[in-house]
């Protein structure tokens, strides 16, 4: 629901600023509203937050430590920082050549068939002989390097070498063995060095080895790799410990400082005095004004500001919705938050929506693996936390799935129908089915849509807008009328509601062409085809439930025609993949339908939602402050405290 917003004018000594934006902090119940153009926040507290935060997400230990203050912070992070950046570029350094060396050694594997005799010697044989040979990695994407290092080495070494690479594809490194008259190698060296050449991917621990003795020391480098890399971690958590305790509640009293500083911004402030201005909720007012007087004593005044002078367009949104609820707020929100003066469409959305989705799904087994799903999300991450609260709308998903499931006489699909599981209404894989499902989604679509038509019409009357009025007044009237018709024809009504039915329809056109003004003749139709198309798009709670059974059935059939095992392999998989579908598609449907069309009906939005002081700042760290004072529900009322600065 949208619960009352109440704006007070606080107004006290400078010098107490501080104390007051900190017990507004505390309680997370009052919005700075901007009397003044606020400034960059304090660009000394904005790098502190910075570079507590780069190291804060390098550390994994609980945050039980006290705030650090800025000097301490300072001089550790002064301290920290060198060791931490060598660290972790060598471990930057120490992961790419993890990902760069099996690279290589593939490359170099691929020349080991043309060349045996030569990739069996050893760099002594080699030597022996009086040569050597050089294993390279060239990047070569576009192919031109290889040619030029051929015609180079051609030029200074004439016919006293032998170049091998492998086969050449375009982004691919290209592995090269280079046997050559051991004296000449400070003269390739040269020529390797030279800009003409594009950089050589080998490493150069590995220059000038022979390819054996190169391909053997790449993989005994990528076995110590992660050893490597641990050692490099360990040393990084050590060189962090000192402080990693204190990093999280030093972050918080950061943030909440600067949370400070901004709303100390917005405020009026002379030489002496302040004067802020809060959007509180209304029940809430009183226990703000306590906590003021707590803290700042007589040096404090409140004054609550009329209604009518309080800018409503500045306004924020504040709902309050049952825990149940809290999901379906946030898919409002994520489309809009309604206007003020608007309506919540939360308790709405969480009535109907799993409801939808359970039309659309409606198999036993499937709504029970979503129920268990949900449970296991819930129980295995933090109450309040988004996956959370993705298992709580599963939930009820799957529960209106199992009743469906029940109704329609599915398990798996037809397997449910096949082994003599009753239908409570009808089987949708049956021959006569198609009718009524597509009846059943049809009278949805009107209750839905008629529904937020009357939203709407509730909605601008309140707010006195007449022409909105007529038009929802009008649709209303051609739907009437449509269904009267409809019901005659086909369904057996009395022809005695024929005259009414084609009267409604009549009256809605004509209502619905005047109220859009002077371009009504034009806009009136466009509009009633487009409230009949709403309508009309609930028929996908039928298309995609007869999907859903259709790939069931598709299932269950490929799993009893081939051999027992290999069937329920087939079978599973199939299932699987319509169950993820279940979970997922249907989901988006049910919400396209309440974004479109039934909110298109009534829901304005463009509400801003209220920010109250602190509420970004994590619960625990609101501030360097004293404990804080609990967040109680906003639509409680509180008595006026005696004593109360009004």
């Given at each position: 629901?949208?619960?009352?917003?109440?704006q007070?004018?606080?107004?006290?000594?400078?010098?107490?600023?501080?104390?007051?934006?900190?017990a507004?902090q505390?309680?997370?119940?009052?919005?700075v509203?901007?009397?003044?153009?606020?400034?960059e926040?304090?660009?000394?507290l904005t790098?502190?937050?910075?570079?507590?935060?780069?190291?804060?997400?390098l550390?994994?230990?609980?945050?039980?430590?006290?705030?650090l203050?800025?000097?301490?912070l300072?001089?550790?992070?002064?301290?920290?920082e060198?060791?931490?950046?060598?660290?972790?570029?060598?471990?930057?350094?120490?992961?790419?050549?993890?990902?760069?060396?099996?690279r290589?050694?593939?490359?170099?594997?691929?020349l080991?068939?043309?060349?045996?005799?030569?990739g069996?010697?050893?760099?002594r044989q080699l030597?022996?002989?009086?040569?050597?040979?050089?294993?390279?990695?060239?990047?070569?994407?576009?192919?031109?390097?290889?040619p030029?290092?051929?015609?180079?080495?051609?030029?200074?070494?004439?016919?006293g070498?032998?170049?091998?690479?492998?086969a050449?594809?375009?982004?691919s490194p290209?592995?090269?063995?280079?046997?050559?008259?051991?004296?000449?190698?400070?003269?390739v060296?040269?020529?390797?060095?030279?800009e003409?050449?594009?950089?050589v991917?080998v490493p150069?621990?590995?220059?000038?080895?022979s390819?054996?003795?190169?391909?053997e020391?790449?993989?005994?480098?990528l076995?110590?790799?992660?050893?490597?890399?641990?050692?490099?971690?360990?040393q990084l958590?050590?060189?962090?410990?000192p402080?990693?305790?204190?990093?999280?509640?030093?972050?918080a009293?950061?943030?909440?400082?600067?949370?400070?500083?901004?709303?100390?911004?917005?405020?009026?402030?002379?030489?002496?005095?302040?004067?802020?201005?809060?959007w509180?909720?209304?029940?809430?007012?009183?226990?703000?004004?306590?906590?003021l007087?707590?803290r700042?004593?007589?040096a404090?005044?409140?004054e609550?500001?009329?209604?009518s002078?309080?800018?409503?367009?500045?306004?924020?949104?504040?709902?309050?919705?049952?825990?149940?609820?809290?999901?379906?707020?946030?898919?409002?929100?994520?489309?809009?938050?309604?206007?003020?003066?608007?309506?919540?469409?939360?308790?709405?959305?969480?009535?109907?929506?799993?409801?939808?989705?359970?039309?659309?799904?409606?198999?036993v087994?499937?709504?029970?693996?979503?129920?268990?799903?949900?449970?296991?999300?819930r129980?295995?991450?933090p109450?309040?936390?988004?996956i959370?609260?993705?298992g709580?709308?599963?939930?009820?998903?799957?529960?209106w799935?199992?009743?469906?499931?029940?109704l329609?006489?599915?398990?798996?699909?037809?397997?449910?129908?096949?082994i003599?599981?009753?239908?409570?209404?009808?089987?949708?894989?049956?021959?006569t089915?198609?009718?009524?499902?597509?009846?059943?989604?049809?009278?949805?679509?009107?209750?839905?849509?008629?529904?937020?038509?009357?939203?709407?019409?509730w909605?601008a009357?309140?707010?006195?807008?007449?022409?909105?009025?007529?038009?929802?007044?009008g649709?209303?009237?051609?739907?009437?009328?449509?269904?009267?018709?409809a019901?005659?024809?086909?369904?057996?009504?009395?022809?005695?509601?024929?005259?009414p039915?084609?009267?409604?329809?009549?009256?809605?056109v004509?209502?619905?062409?005047?109220?859009?003004?002077?371009?009504?003749?034009?806009?009136?139709?466009?509009?009633?085809?487009?409230?009949?198309?709403?309508?009309?798009s609930?028929?996908?709670?039928?298309a995609?439930?007869?999907?859903?059974?259709?790939?069931?059935?598709?299932?269950?059939?490929l799993?009893?025609?081939?051999p027992?095992?290999?069937?329920?392999?087939?079978?599973?998989?199939?299932?699987?993949?319509?169950?993820a579908?279940?979970?997922f598609?249907?989901?988006?449907?049910?919400?396209?339908?309440?974004?479109v069309?039934?909110?298109?009906?009534?829901?304005?939005g463009?509400?801003?939602?209220?920010?109250?002081?602190?509420?970004?700042?994590?619960?625990?760290?609101?501030?360097?402050?004293?404990?804080?004072?609990?967040a109680p529900d906003p639509?409680?009322?509180?008595?006026?405290?005696?004593g109360?600065?009004?």
């Amino acid at each position: 629901m949208m619960v009352p917003l109440t704006q007070l004018e606080v107004a006290g000594l400078r010098p107490r600023l501080d104390d007051a934006l900190a017990a507004l902090q505390e309680l997370r119940l009052a919005e700075v509203v901007t009397i003044v153009d606020p400034g960059e926040p304090p660009a000394d507290l904005t790098e502190l937050i910075a570079r507590t935060d780069a190291l804060r997400a390098l550390s994994t230990q609980p945050a039980t430590g006290p705030v650090l203050g800025d000097t301490a912070l300072q001089a550790a992070l002064d301290h920290l920082e060198p060791e931490v950046a060598r660290l972790q570029e060598e471990d930057e350094e120490l992961r790419g050549e993890a990902d760069a060396l099996p690279r290589s050694i593939d490359a170099l594997d691929a020349l080991q068939p043309l060349v045996p005799e030569l990739g069996r010697l050893n760099d002594r044989q080699l030597a022996n002989l009086g040569l050597a040979s050089m294993a390279l990695v060239l990047d070569d994407p576009d192919l031109r390097v290889v040619p030029e290092l051929t015609r180079q080495l051609a030029e200074l070494l004439g016919r006293g070498h032998l170049l091998v690479t492998s086969a050449a594809t375009p982004g691919s490194p290209v592995g090269c063995l280079l046997v050559l008259r051991r004296g000449d190698l400070p003269e390739v060296d040269t020529l390797l060095g030279t800009e003409r050449i594009v950089e050589v991917g080998v490493p150069a621990a590995y220059a000038g080895k022979s390819l054996r003795a190169t391909v053997e020391a790449m993989r005994e480098r990528l076995s110590v790799l992660p050893g490597e890399r641990e050692r490099v971690q360990q040393q990084l958590a050590a060189t962090i410990k000192p402080v990693a305790g204190s990093l999280d509640a030093t972050a918080a009293s950061l943030r909440a400082r600067a949370e400070r500083a901004a709303a100390a911004d917005q405020a009026d402030v002379s030489s002496r005095t302040f004067v802020l201005r809060l959007w509180v909720p209304a029940k809430r007012t009183a226990v703000v004004e306590q906590a003021l007087a707590d803290r700042l004593g007589q040096a404090v005044a409140i004054e609550r500001v009329a209604s009518s002078d309080a800018p409503a367009e500045d306004e924020p949104v504040l709902l309050w919705n049952r825990p149940g609820w809290r999901p379906f707020q946030q898919l409002v929100g994520f489309l809009s938050w309604p206007a003020r003066g608007g309506l919540d469409p939360t308790g709405l959305m969480a009535l109907v929506l799993p409801v939808f989705f359970g039309v659309m799904v409606g198999d036993v087994v499937y709504g029970a693996l979503l129920l268990a799903a949900a449970l296991w999300l819930r129980s295995h991450w933090p109450t309040n936390s988004t996956i959370s609260e993705v298992g709580r709308v599963l939930a009820l998903g799957g529960g209106w799935t199992v009743l469906f499931g029940l109704l329609y006489g599915e398990a798996l699909g037809s397997l449910g129908h096949s082994i003599g599981m009753p239908a409570l209404w009808f089987y949708r894989g049956g021959p006569t089915a198609l009718q009524p499902l597509l009846l059943f989604s049809l009278a949805i679509g009107l209750v839905h849509v008629v529904l937020g038509l009357l939203l709407g019409a509730w909605t601008a009357a309140r707010g006195h807008h007449r022409r909105h009025l007529a038009s929802k007044a009008g649709n209303l009237l051609v739907l009437a009328g449509l269904f009267g018709l409809a019901g005659v024809a086909a369904a057996g009504f009395p022809h005695g509601l024929l005259t009414p039915a084609v009267a409604a329809l009549i009256v809605g056109v004509v209502v619905a062409c005047v109220s859009q003004g002077a371009l009504g003749l034009l806009l009136g139709p466009l509009e009633l085809i487009g409230i009949l198309g709403n309508v009309l798009s609930y028929l996908r709670l039928a298309a995609v439930g007869l999907a859903s059974t259709y790939l069931a059935e598709v299932a269950n059939q490929l799993g009893a025609r081939g051999p027992l095992l290999l069937g329920v392999v087939v079978a599973t998989l199939f299932h699987a993949l319509n169950l993820a579908l279940a979970a997922f598609s249907p989901m988006i449907q049910a919400l396209r339908l309440h974004y479109v069309e039934f909110f298109g009906q009534f829901h304005d939005g463009g509400g801003r939602f209220f920010a109250p002081l602190g509420g970004s700042v994590a619960p625990g760290h609101e501030s360097d402050r004293p404990t804080a004072l609990p967040a109680p529900d906003p639509t409680t009322p509180e008595p006026v405290p005696a004593g109360s600065p009004v």
